[in-house]
C-alpha cells in the first residue's frame, strides 16, 4: 500500500524536506530504547517481564507513521504580579521559512467550538491548532487514525484525535491542548502518531465459551508470558 504524501503550497516543500514523517519504527521513545527486555525463569519463579516485553506496547509505538512537527513551536504564558494570568504569545518558525503570517499555520478553536470538552485551553477561553503543510492521500476505502504519540509521555501539549477519511480529503489540522504554561518544542519532535486503516463494517457477537475456547485461551497466556520479545503472529502461527 502507497501512502503518498505532498506539501499543499510550493513553498511548504522545504518544510516536508526537512521534518519528513517517517515509520514509527525511527521515532521509538527514549524510555523504550534505553529499556532491557525483561526475563522470566518461570521454574524457579524469578526474574520479571516489564513493557518492552508487551507484545500490544511493541506494536503501538513501531505501527504506523509519525509526523514529527515542522518547525520550532514557542509558547509562553504573562502573568502579573499576583500570579494571575494575563495573556499568552506563541511563535512558530515555519512563518520564517514560508514568509507567511504566523496565521496561516497556528490558529485557534473558539471556546464555542469545543462546547464542554474537558480540555486545557487558554485564559481567552480559545485552543490551538496547526496547520498541517502536507496533503495525504491514501488508497480508496482507507482512512488515517491521528492521535498523540501518548508512550512518548510529553508534558508540553496533547493533541486530539481524529478519523480523516484520507482517499477523499487529505489536509487536516492538528488541534491540541496546552499543558504546561511555556515550553519549546524543536523542530523534528513526534507530534502526531498516524496509522492508516481500511473502512469495513463489523458486528459485535457475544458468546458464551466452552472448554475448547477456554483451553486455547489459556495455552495463548502461557506462550506470551513464555515468549519474549516476540509478535502476537510469531507466537501463534
Not at 485564559?123 to 508512550?151: A, R
Request: aromatic letters at 12%.
Amino acid at each position: 500500500m502507497n501512502i503518498e504524501i505532498k506539501p499543499i503550497q510550493k513553498n511548504y516543500k522545504v518544510l516536508l524536506d526537512t521534518y519528513p514523517p517517517k515509520t514509527a519504527n525511527k521515532f521509538l521513545p527514549d524510555w523504550y530504547k534505553k529499556m532491557k527486555l525483561g526475563s522470566l525463569d518461570i521454574t524457579k519463579g524469578s526474574g520479571n517481564l516489564n513493557a518492552k516485553n508487551c507484545p500490544a506496547i511493541q506494536d503501538y509505538v513501531s505501527e504506523g507513521f509519525v509526523i514529527p512537527i515542522w518547525a520550532n513551536l514557542t509558547f509562553q504564558t504573562h502573568k502579573d504580579q499576583e500570579g494571575n494570568i494575563e495573556g499568552h504569545t506563541w511563535d512558530f518558525t515555519a512563518r520564517n521559512a514560508t514568509g507567511e503570517p504566523i496565521e496561516s499555520h497556528v490558529g485557534t478553536h473558539m471556546k464555542e467550538q469545543t462546547g464542554e470538552m474537558d480540555l486545557q485551553i487558554m485564559s481567552s477561553g480559545t485552543i490551538l491548532k496547526l496547520q498541517l503543510p502536507y496533503y495525504f492521500k491514501t488508497p480508496e476505502g482507507y482512512s488515517t487514525l491521528f492521535m498523540d504519540p501518548f508512550y512518548h509521555f510529553r508534558k508540553d501539549i496533547r493533541c486530539l484525535s481524529a478519523i480523516v477519511d484520507t482517499d477523499v480529503w487529505g489536509s487536516v489540522a492538528f488541534v491540541f491542548e496546552i499543558l504546561k504554561d511555556n515550553f519549546y518544542i524543536q523542530g523534528g519532535t513526534p507530534l502526531v502518531l498516524a496509522h492508516v486503516f481500511k473502512r469495513d463494517n463489523f458486528n459485535l457477537e457475544i458468546k458464551d465459551g466452552d472448554e475448547e475456547f477456554y483451553e486455547e485461551v489459556l495455552n495463548k497466556r502461557q506462550k506470551i508470558h513464555l515468549g519474549v520479545n516476540q509478535t502476537y503472529k510469531e507466537l501463534f502461527s
